[in-house]
């Protein structure tokens, strides 16, 4: 076989079909419906958040579009073609459901050339993929010796031996240190810059709202939400709401007594938070009401909060 690197980056179109596209997808394990209908896309060029409660169903939804679980109906599709009808998957899809395993006697090159081997890879793609992750100075040491961060990286090289148009990473941060995890966030919105799709299941919420483009939030098999981060924080505007410190917090709740919707709420931390009404309209009835005000901040909901919301009593594990 003849190694043709794809070159991202420079022309789009070379990336530009790699959409996921999850239709009616369903999987039953007898009485349990682990999946339940669940229709989204996911689009090249851009890294989505995978989000769900425990036992959501996100990691059987990856299983079944790497077709290593076979639904119980709907269809999963790379590219328009579900996994098993992939005429060159390696080079279409790599993925990292799950902390890498190797022999541990095995150094991280070998490891990844003996995938090479088994996939009709050059050897020269070992060296390639440990270079793109920064396990270079690392790829001479056993695995056993690897650290939890390095077994993760090691674990994307393989995925990208291919050089894949989509990665597919399930809880990829899970173990990592704070600097570990700001890699793995450059690293793959680096990939999605390239043109390439990244999908990625995560229950760090925060950190999701930092490395995704768009999400796809399940839960308990179903879709519950799915758009562009920004646009799904910003449709849950009207629960926006606005922190409040005054030594006279009576004096202020009564001044805004006179707002419909206004609601006051006394929080742990001795401040107020505000509800129903938006910060300028806050400030002008303290002022109107000579209410010493120490500090008036607007809250949007961020994702952790959406998330919440938004899976309320919607199972966690089942
Ligand atoms: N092989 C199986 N047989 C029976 N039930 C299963 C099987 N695999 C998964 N399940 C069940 O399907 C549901 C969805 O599991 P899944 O692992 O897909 O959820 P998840 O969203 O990935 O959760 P987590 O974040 O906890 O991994 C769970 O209730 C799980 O127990």
């Avoid at 793109?132 to 993760?152: C, D, E, I, N, W």
């Avoid at 995704?212 to 562009?228: F, H, M, N, T």
């Avoid at 449709?235 to 709740?253: G, I, K």
Wanted: contains cysteine; proline residues 5%; glycine residues 12%.
């Amino acid at each position: 076989m003849v190694w043709r690197p794809c070159h991202p980056g420079g022309k789009g179109s070379e990336m530009s079909d790699g959409q996921i596209t999850v239709s009616g997808l369903t999987k039953r394990y007898k009485n349990l419906l682990a999946v339940d209908g669940l229709s989204f896309t996911v689009q090249s060029g851009r890294v989505t958040g995978f989000l769900g409660p425990n036992g959501a169903g996100k990691t059987t939804t990856l299983r079944m579009l790497l077709n290593l679980v076979t639904p119980t109906a709907g269809t999963a599709t790379i590219g328009g073609a579900r996994y098993a009808d992939l005429t060159d998957p390696v080079r279409t899809v790599g993925a990292v459901l799950e902390a890498s395993a190797a022999h541990r006697g095995r150094t991280g090159r070998n490891h990844l050339r003996v995938l090479c081997a088994a996939a009709g890879l050059p050897d020269h793609r070992a060296d390639d993929v440990l270079e793109l992750v920064g396990l270079t100075p690392a790829a001479k040491r056993k695995f056993k010796g690897y650290s939890l961060g390095m077994r993760q990286r090691l674990g994307i090289a393989a995925a990208m031996l291919g050089d894949p148009k989509v990665l597919i990473l399930d809880e990829p941060a899970n173990g990592l240190d704070p600097e570990g995890i700001r890699w793995m966030r450059g690293f793959l919105q680096s990939l999605a810059k390239q043109g390439r799709t990244v999908l990625v299941s995560s229950h760090l919420l925060s950190e999701m709202e930092l490395l995704a483009d768009d999400v796809v939030i399940i839960a308990a098999g179903k879709l519950v939400r799915q758009g562009p981060v920004a646009e799904v924080l910003a449709s849950m505007s009207t629960s926006a709401h606005v922190r409040v410190r005054t030594p006279q917090a009576d004096a202020l709740a009564a001044a805004l007594a006179g707002i419909p919707g206004a609601v006051v709420t006394p929080r742990a931390d001795g401040t107020l938070l505000v509800t129903g009404v938006e910060a300028p309209a806050v400030g002008k009835a303290a002022l109107a009401a000579s209410v010493e005000l120490h500090e008036l901040t607007p809250e949007r909901p961020d994702l952790e909060g959406v998330f919440l919301e938004l899976t309320a009593g919607k199972a966690g594990i089942r």
